[in-house]
């Protein structure tokens, strides 16, 4: 795939630069190299802090969605790598108000191992963090062992409705534990058609045949469940939608968000169609959707495909959900 | 080998460590090529240079220049083995927090709790084939040894074995865990690092 | 490039279900074939009507920017085919307030020729109509002969002020004339990188060499004005920049805003890249940017490649700019 | 033909072109296919259905039922051909609106009238290879008939031989002008389309 930059070295970097110059209401570059964006305000004194992080390429993920009613920070590593622990440590300084900061973001080794050492670093300087871990993924592990599952797109509804309970003026400890609920009440699945090029790489993350697909494939290429022939948009959505209903049944009268998401190349147009099946099996079960959210929410640069999640919603987070929120990405 | 660890021992130390690093890079890098990303020697170097650029500064507390080691070390990269070193050494700052010397015994049960706040962070087992089984040993040879000069030798021969003896098995954690049979016959790279890093110490 | 759907023939018809299934609060299906898009609310009393048409394949150009502050009514062809006239007529009485109704469209053959023709057919029934012609791709024709251009990505400035002034309750001759104000300090240069596939024909619709581009070509792959081998970020943005500044320049103390626009597969990381270099070429001249808008505003489904838009404002198109507007793609 | 029009002949000539039409539509969408998008027999198929399931409907005033012609002549079709037809077909119904019949000598200018409507629609020229040449020519040819039987064999031989004509031109508008000289040697398909139309009012 054919990209437009510059300096591949440099792709991060100029991407951010681009970023603050045209949204400078909204973000605000931070840390000795930049790899930083909190909110154009910076931190709001006595709010709970909400920092996330993880590798580049996915926008809006992460960096997009710093924002009022969202993130206060995030902490930007190359595309598909993991920030370092003092980039994380200093958006978490970035985050802090006083009432301390859940650090909310995808459940990857990499990212895992710094924020954990970034938790422990600002710890000594007095500031108290929790974790919430996104692993949305369905695909990526069984029930059993969900607490291996990779975080993709579902990480939007925990960044919306821990957000919106951090603005409520909620402390740590009930934001944590709102994050985690609604974690709790996500799942996703992704289909990829085609791979992405990683910048400093120069070629394909991965192979897929001229006719073929994978369900359940990873935002980074990783290995799904189910590689085979493209399949019409009804027969895949039928295959993600049993996934997801399987993994957390959803039954009459029961309110749910459902994401569809491009993981980049994939138009809108295409996504309607899915939704217009989505739609159609959660009314024959009686199930209602809240605040549909079709678009691109969690990519990966051009990757062809797309992902469908579920987020039940209790009343408190239907709540969250419909909560004002403002991003350069994302409005409510 | 000191009869004890000090703020000026471990001024020494870095900047035998610094150069070491910069001496090893492209070896390091090599061998994670084979099984990684082949980042490794710039890890090293990067992440040894910042702490180089503060050793002047260190506080007599040991702790608390341990502590400023660890933000050092962690400044850069994003990598596996910047933050687990990172860890270990600040493993160390909190055991010693407030003094300004440790007696050479003291060594070996320092690094042992280094190593256990290493595990806990990679959540890695011993014996998957990583660094975690190069700092395993070290601490077994330092506990044997009987006396501070008898220590690094011990620890440098038994780290050679041990990568020896993980030569022929396969790596189960950190990226050389995708080319699973293929990283057989292969040495891990943060073994190696670790390694060349006691090498440098002398 | 691969495509998720059920039957291409069905494309359009699914995609609108799914758009008005997911936006019930925004989009109404009308119309006997459902090819009209209005506004929920329908027409507004008293009000100017706006109303857009032309292929699919655009999203959100055409029918994503039926809402407030924008359009009223969207007539709706099939991927890249122009709607029927009777379809145009029956969006132009969705969109009918009682105070005529303007009809501001690409410059497309079929597109003016349908548009002309509805336009007498309302007339006959006494509904007044006024046409704005968006023509803003400098690189479809030399600026003597400025009314042949093509309407690219431009027209989204062209939605956006007059439906703004439209909904002040201007006139229909005064929503006219703004439209053609604002469209006449309008414009525009693209870039491909890939063709996109239209689904009822099932291959690309041009072809590019590995490492080729070409700058100039339109959104459904008209030829554009230099092809050759792919280029750095910065040496496109500025091939791109000069060329729109040679066609209106502008001068220190000039407002105008700005637009990176992705043809559809190019990643809002590169979009940044560029606004990064366009905000530096613009700071240089002294001119200041207003409202950058960087995203997928005027897409060519998972075409790879990007826009370039200028728009100059006086400060009643500022305003226009700057006032509030809602559908299910953009908010202000 | 009739010695004038009225809304019965123009209800007859309706079944005769629809069934044309359909009898045509394979051959139609071939030759557009060749030089085009290939839809052109379905247009109008799809056209003159809409028309004909309200020939039963029209009114007497001979405007009136050319103007419902015309509405439902675009009903379906956003194709080039269908919206040129319906402009002719406007444009008649707004020169003879309030009557109920039509002298046979002023169709030639009706058509004359529809002709250039659909010149300012389409804006082509004469000459350009399109359908306005085969309605150039009908024009001619009724212009010149002496009986109201001459005109229609008049009107179809005149077009036969404009087709043979601009067979070996490059045409100038539409989808075939990006054939460029590949057009040259193939028959434009709105020429043959509108030769079909007459060949079934006979
Ligand atoms: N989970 C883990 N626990 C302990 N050590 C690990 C772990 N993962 C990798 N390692 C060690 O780190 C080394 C690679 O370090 P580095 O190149 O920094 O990794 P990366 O580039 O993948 O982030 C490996 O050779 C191995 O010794
Ligand atoms: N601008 C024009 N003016 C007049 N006639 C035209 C014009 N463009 C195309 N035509 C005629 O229309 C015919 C094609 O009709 P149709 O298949 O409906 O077109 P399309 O499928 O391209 O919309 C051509 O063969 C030509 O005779
Ligand atoms: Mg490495
Ligand atoms: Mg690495
Ligand atoms: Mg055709
Ligand atoms: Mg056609």
């Known amino acids: 795939m054919k990209k437009i930059l510059n300096d591949p070295f440099r792709y991060v970097d100029e991407m951010l630069e681009g970023l603050c110059a045209a949204h400078p209401q909204h973000y605000q570059q931070r840390g000795p190299h930049g790899r930083v964006i909190a909110r154009a305000g910076g931190a709001v004194s006595g709010k709970v802090g909400l920092v996330t992080g993880g590798g580049s390429g996915h926008l809006p993920v992460f960096t997009g969605y710093v924002g009022k009613g969202l993130l206060d920070a995030c902490a930007i590593g190359d595309v598909f790598a ?91 400890p009930t934001v944590a534990a709102t994050a985690r609920k609604a974690l709790d009440a996500t799942r996703s699945i992704g289909v990829a058609l085609t791979p992405c090029t990683v910048p400093q790489v120069g070629k394909p993350t991965f192979q897929l045949g001229e006719d073929e697909m994978e369900i359940g494939m990873g935002i980074h290429g990783e290995p799904g469940i189910q590689r085979g022939k493209l399949q019409t948009a009804d027969e895949i959505a039928s295959t993600m939608v049993d996934a997801l209903l399987e993994d957390m049944p959803l039954a009459s009268g029961d309110r749910v968000s459902v994401m569809c998401n491009s993981l980049g190349a994939t138009p809108p147009e295409e996504l309607y169609i899915v939704h217009r099946y989505v739609a159609g099996r959660l009314r024959e079960l009686g199930a209602e959707i809240v605040m549909p959210l079709v678009g691109r929410y969690a990519t990966s640069m051009e990757m062809a495909g797309m992902s469908v999640t579920f987020c039940r919603l209790d009343e408190e987070l239907e709540q969250l959900l419909q909560a004002p929120c403002d991003c350069a990405f994302w409005r409510v | 080998m000191a009869e004890s660890l000090t ?55 040991l702790g608390a220049a341990l502590l400023q080691c660890a933000k050092a070390l962690v400044s850069l990269s994003g990598s596996t083995y910047g933050t687990l070193l990172a860890t270990g050494v600040m493993s160390a ?31 890695a087992e011993l014996g998957d084939k990583t660094v975690l089984d190069a700092v395993a040993a070290t601490v077994e040879a330092l506990r044997l040894a009987e006396t501070p000069d008898a220590m690094l030798p011990a620890a440098r021969q038994a780290v050679r074995e041990a990568i020896a003896e993980f030569r022929d098995r396969a790596a189960r954690q950190g990226r050389a865990r995708m080319f699973g049979e293929n990283s057989v016959g292969k040495d891990d790279p943060g073994m190696v690092a670790w390694l060349r890093l006691l090498e440098g110490l002398a």
């Open chain 1, 82 to 172: 993991s920030p370092s622990v003092d980039q994380m440590a200093d958006a978490i300084h970035a985050a802090d108000g006083g009432a301390g900061v859940l650090l909310i973001y995808g459940n990857y080794g990499g990212d895992v191992m710094n924020f954990d050492m970034a938790a422990e670093m600002v710890d000594m300087e007095g500031i108290a963090t929790e974790t919430a871990l996104v692993a949305d993924d369905v695909a990526s592990a069984p029930l059993a062992e969900r607490e291996k599952r990779r975080g993709v797109a579902g990480m939007v509804y925990g960044f919306k409705l821990a957000g919106a309970k951090a603005e409520a003026g909620a402390d740590l």
């Open chain 2, 7 to 61: 703020t000026e021992v471990l001024r020494d130390a870095i900047r035998r460590l610094s150069a070491q690093a910069e001496s090893c890079a492209d070896e390091l890098s090599a061998i994670d090529g084979a099984l990684g990303d082949g980042d490794l020697g710039v890890t090293l170097v990067r992440g040894m240079r910042s702490v180089a650029e503060q050793a002047d500064d260190l506080p007599p507390d």
């Open chain 2, 93 to 123: 700052a909190k055991a010693v927090r407030g003094r300004t010397e440790v007696g050479w015994r003291e060594t070996a049960d320092l690094l042992g709790g280094a190593l256990e706040a290493m595990q806990r962070r990679g959540k």
